[in-house]
Protein backbone atom coordinates (compact mmCIF):
# COMPACT_ATOMS: atom_id res chain seq x y z
CA UNK A 1 0.00 0.00 0.00
CA UNK A 2 0.93 3.54 -0.40
CA UNK A 3 3.73 4.66 2.51
CA UNK A 4 3.85 8.92 2.92
CA UNK A 5 6.92 10.27 4.85
CA UNK A 6 6.86 13.76 6.12
CA UNK A 7 9.83 15.90 7.25
CA UNK A 8 10.47 17.51 9.70
CA UNK A 9 8.34 16.55 12.46
CA UNK A 10 9.29 20.03 14.05
CA UNK A 11 9.37 23.49 12.25
CA UNK A 12 10.20 26.72 14.45
CA UNK A 13 10.51 30.15 12.52
CA UNK A 14 10.19 33.73 13.37
CA UNK A 15 7.04 35.94 12.18
CA UNK A 16 7.33 36.71 8.59
CA UNK A 17 10.08 34.01 7.70
CA UNK A 18 8.82 31.13 4.97
CA UNK A 19 8.31 27.53 6.02
CA UNK A 20 8.61 24.82 3.78
CA UNK A 21 7.41 20.90 4.42
CA UNK A 22 8.17 18.16 2.69
CA UNK A 23 6.62 14.32 1.83
CA UNK A 24 7.41 11.80 -0.33
CA UNK A 25 5.52 8.90 -1.40
CA UNK A 26 5.41 5.39 -2.77
CA UNK A 27 2.55 5.00 -4.97
CA UNK A 28 3.58 6.24 -8.55
CA UNK A 29 -0.34 6.21 -8.94
CA UNK A 30 -1.57 8.37 -6.32
CA UNK A 31 -2.66 11.70 -7.97
CA UNK A 32 -4.48 13.77 -5.66
CA UNK A 33 -2.14 15.28 -2.67
CA UNK A 34 -4.16 17.35 0.21
CA UNK A 35 -2.05 19.21 2.99
CA UNK A 36 -4.36 19.75 6.21
CA UNK A 37 -3.80 22.00 9.19
CA UNK A 38 -4.83 20.39 12.50
CA UNK A 39 -5.25 22.64 16.03
CA UNK A 40 -5.05 21.36 19.05
CA UNK A 41 -8.59 19.48 19.78
CA UNK A 42 -10.17 19.89 16.35
CA UNK A 43 -10.28 17.80 13.07
CA UNK A 44 -8.04 18.50 10.22
CA UNK A 45 -8.87 21.15 7.86
CA UNK A 46 -8.50 21.36 4.75
CA UNK A 47 -5.28 24.45 3.21
CA UNK A 48 -4.60 23.82 0.23
CA UNK A 49 -4.30 20.91 -2.64
CA UNK A 50 -3.02 19.48 -5.67
CA UNK A 51 -3.24 17.10 -8.93
CA UNK A 52 -1.26 15.49 -10.61
CA UNK A 53 -1.73 17.07 -13.54
CA UNK A 54 0.01 20.48 -12.57
CA UNK A 55 3.19 21.19 -11.17
CA UNK A 56 2.31 24.06 -8.65
CA UNK A 57 -0.53 26.23 -6.80
CA UNK A 58 -0.75 29.39 -5.25
CA UNK A 59 -3.01 30.35 -2.95
CA UNK A 60 -2.06 33.86 -0.88
CA UNK A 61 0.62 32.88 1.45
CA UNK A 62 0.61 29.14 0.41
CA UNK A 63 1.70 27.06 -2.41
CA UNK A 64 2.18 23.40 -2.86
CA UNK A 65 4.54 22.28 -5.25
CA UNK A 66 4.71 18.36 -6.85
CA UNK A 67 6.93 16.36 -8.95
CA UNK A 68 5.38 13.30 -9.79
CA UNK A 69 8.85 12.08 -11.47
CA UNK A 70 10.36 12.25 -8.06
CA UNK A 71 7.13 10.88 -5.85
CA UNK A 72 7.37 14.21 -3.89
CA UNK A 73 5.13 17.29 -3.21
CA UNK A 74 5.60 20.20 -0.78
CA UNK A 75 3.90 22.72 1.18
CA UNK A 76 5.38 26.74 1.42
CA UNK A 77 4.31 29.11 3.95
CA UNK A 78 5.75 32.55 3.31
CA UNK A 79 5.42 35.82 5.53
CA UNK A 80 4.75 33.45 8.56
CA UNK A 81 2.27 34.58 11.18
CA UNK A 82 1.51 33.15 14.79
CA UNK A 83 -1.75 31.77 13.62
CA UNK A 84 -0.31 29.77 11.36
CA UNK A 85 1.29 27.36 14.46
CA UNK A 86 -0.23 24.26 14.10
CA UNK A 87 0.21 20.77 12.88
CA UNK A 88 0.65 20.01 8.95
CA UNK A 89 0.10 17.03 7.38
CA UNK A 90 0.07 15.70 4.08
CA UNK A 91 -1.63 12.93 2.64
CA UNK A 92 -1.78 11.15 -0.69
CA UNK A 93 -4.77 9.45 -2.28
CA UNK A 94 -4.87 5.76 -3.03
CA UNK A 95 -5.29 4.99 -6.93
CA UNK A 96 -7.04 1.78 -7.72
CA UNK A 97 -10.14 -0.18 -7.47
CA UNK A 98 -11.68 0.78 -4.06
CA UNK A 99 -8.60 2.54 -2.52
CA UNK A 100 -9.28 5.35 -4.47
CA UNK A 101 -10.19 7.96 -2.35
CA UNK A 102 -8.48 6.40 0.53
CA UNK A 103 -5.81 9.27 2.46
CA UNK A 104 -2.66 7.82 3.82
CA UNK A 105 -1.17 10.55 6.05
CA UNK A 106 2.06 11.67 6.51
CA UNK A 107 3.39 11.56 10.50
CA UNK A 108 2.91 15.60 10.87
CA UNK A 109 4.91 18.74 11.09
CA UNK A 110 4.67 20.99 14.45
CA UNK A 111 5.40 24.00 13.14
CA UNK A 112 5.54 27.04 15.88
CA UNK A 113 5.74 30.58 14.37
CA UNK A 114 7.35 32.85 17.28
CA UNK A 115 6.51 36.87 17.27
CA UNK B 1 -23.30 25.21 10.41
CA UNK B 2 -23.14 22.92 7.88
CA UNK B 3 -19.73 21.06 8.02
CA UNK B 4 -19.03 17.71 9.78
CA UNK B 5 -20.40 16.82 13.04
CA UNK B 6 -19.22 13.74 15.41
CA UNK B 7 -20.83 13.13 18.63
CA UNK B 8 -19.99 13.02 21.59
CA UNK B 9 -17.12 14.80 21.41
CA UNK B 10 -15.48 13.07 24.08
CA UNK B 11 -16.12 9.30 25.81
CA UNK B 12 -14.46 7.96 28.39
CA UNK B 13 -15.09 4.30 29.13
CA UNK B 14 -13.77 1.44 30.98
CA UNK B 15 -12.20 -1.76 29.50
CA UNK B 16 -14.72 -4.16 28.24
CA UNK B 17 -17.28 -1.95 27.89
CA UNK B 18 -18.90 -1.36 24.48
CA UNK B 19 -19.03 2.41 22.56
CA UNK B 20 -20.76 3.80 19.90
CA UNK B 21 -19.83 7.49 17.74
CA UNK B 22 -22.12 8.76 15.77
CA UNK B 23 -20.97 10.94 12.37
CA UNK B 24 -23.10 13.23 10.50
CA UNK B 25 -21.53 13.73 6.87
CA UNK B 26 -21.84 17.27 4.71
CA UNK B 27 -25.66 17.22 3.39
CA UNK B 28 -25.43 15.09 -0.22
CA UNK B 29 -21.97 13.96 0.56
CA UNK B 30 -22.11 10.18 -0.71
CA UNK B 31 -18.75 9.37 0.46
CA UNK B 32 -18.20 9.04 4.51
CA UNK B 33 -14.63 7.97 5.64
CA UNK B 34 -13.62 6.54 9.27
CA UNK B 35 -9.88 7.37 10.25
CA UNK B 36 -8.06 6.80 13.95
CA UNK B 37 -5.72 9.33 15.52
CA UNK B 38 -3.57 9.00 17.73
CA UNK B 39 -1.29 10.89 19.58
CA UNK B 40 1.52 12.67 17.55
CA UNK B 41 0.39 10.72 14.69
CA UNK B 42 -1.63 11.21 11.28
CA UNK B 43 -4.68 9.91 10.48
CA UNK B 44 -4.99 6.71 9.45
CA UNK B 45 -7.74 4.57 7.87
CA UNK B 46 -10.51 2.85 9.19
CA UNK B 47 -13.11 2.45 6.61
CA UNK B 48 -15.60 4.22 4.16
CA UNK B 49 -18.28 3.97 2.14
CA UNK B 50 -20.32 4.79 -0.75
CA UNK B 51 -23.68 5.46 0.19
CA UNK B 52 -24.95 2.70 2.36
CA UNK B 53 -22.64 0.63 1.58
CA UNK B 54 -19.41 -0.23 3.02
CA UNK B 55 -16.36 -0.27 0.10
CA UNK B 56 -13.37 -1.29 2.19
CA UNK B 57 -12.25 -1.83 5.92
CA UNK B 58 -8.34 -1.58 6.93
CA UNK B 59 -6.94 -4.35 8.86
CA UNK B 60 -6.91 -1.96 11.86
CA UNK B 61 -10.18 -2.64 11.82
CA UNK B 62 -10.77 -5.64 14.48
CA UNK B 63 -13.75 -8.04 14.61
CA UNK B 64 -14.77 -5.57 17.67
CA UNK B 65 -14.88 -2.30 15.62
CA UNK B 66 -18.22 -2.72 13.03
CA UNK B 67 -19.48 0.56 11.33
CA UNK B 68 -22.79 1.12 9.11
CA UNK B 69 -24.39 3.60 7.33
CA UNK B 70 -27.89 2.62 7.33
CA UNK B 71 -29.92 4.71 5.00
CA UNK B 72 -26.87 6.31 3.33
CA UNK B 73 -26.98 9.69 5.53
CA UNK B 74 -24.91 9.73 9.09
CA UNK B 75 -22.78 6.78 10.70
CA UNK B 76 -22.25 4.78 13.84
CA UNK B 77 -19.16 3.55 14.47
CA UNK B 78 -19.18 0.78 17.40
CA UNK B 79 -16.48 -0.88 19.13
CA UNK B 80 -17.32 -4.00 21.73
CA UNK B 81 -14.91 -5.00 24.47
CA UNK B 82 -12.90 -1.77 24.63
CA UNK B 83 -9.27 -2.38 25.32
CA UNK B 84 -6.83 0.85 26.56
CA UNK B 85 -5.29 0.24 23.48
CA UNK B 86 -8.62 1.61 21.52
CA UNK B 87 -8.00 5.00 22.61
CA UNK B 88 -7.30 7.32 20.36
CA UNK B 89 -9.43 10.37 18.24
CA UNK B 90 -11.79 8.57 16.28
CA UNK B 91 -12.38 11.02 13.23
CA UNK B 92 -14.96 11.32 10.27
CA UNK B 93 -14.58 12.91 7.05
CA UNK B 94 -17.09 13.20 3.94
CA UNK B 95 -16.57 14.02 0.33
CA UNK B 96 -19.02 14.61 -2.56
CA UNK B 97 -17.84 11.37 -4.20
CA UNK B 98 -15.08 9.89 -5.35
CA UNK B 99 -11.41 10.98 -5.87
CA UNK B 100 -13.12 14.79 -4.39
CA UNK B 101 -12.16 16.50 -1.35
CA UNK B 102 -12.56 15.04 2.19
CA UNK B 103 -13.84 17.38 4.66
CA UNK B 104 -13.19 16.16 8.44
CA UNK B 105 -15.71 16.29 11.38
CA UNK B 106 -13.88 17.60 14.80
CA UNK B 107 -13.59 13.94 16.49
CA UNK B 108 -14.47 11.99 19.58
CA UNK B 109 -12.16 11.82 21.86
CA UNK B 110 -11.89 8.06 22.87
CA UNK B 111 -10.35 7.01 26.59
CA UNK B 112 -10.50 3.31 27.61
CA UNK B 113 -9.51 3.07 31.18
Known amino acids: GENVEQHPSTLSVQEGDSAVIKCTYS??????FPWYKQELGKGPQLIID?????GEKKDQRIAVTLNKTAKHFSLHITETQPEDSAVYFCAAEGAGGTSYGKLTFGQGTILTVHP | DTGVSQNPRHKITKRGQNVTFRCDPISEHNRLYWYRQTLGQGPEFLTY????????KSRLLSDRFSAERPKGSFSTLEIQRTEQGDSAMYLC???????????FGPGTRLTVL
Open chain 2, 49 to 56: FQNEAQLE
Open chain 1, 27 to 32: DSASNY
Open chain 1, 50 to 54: IRSNV
Open chain 2, 93 to 103: ASSLGQGDTQY
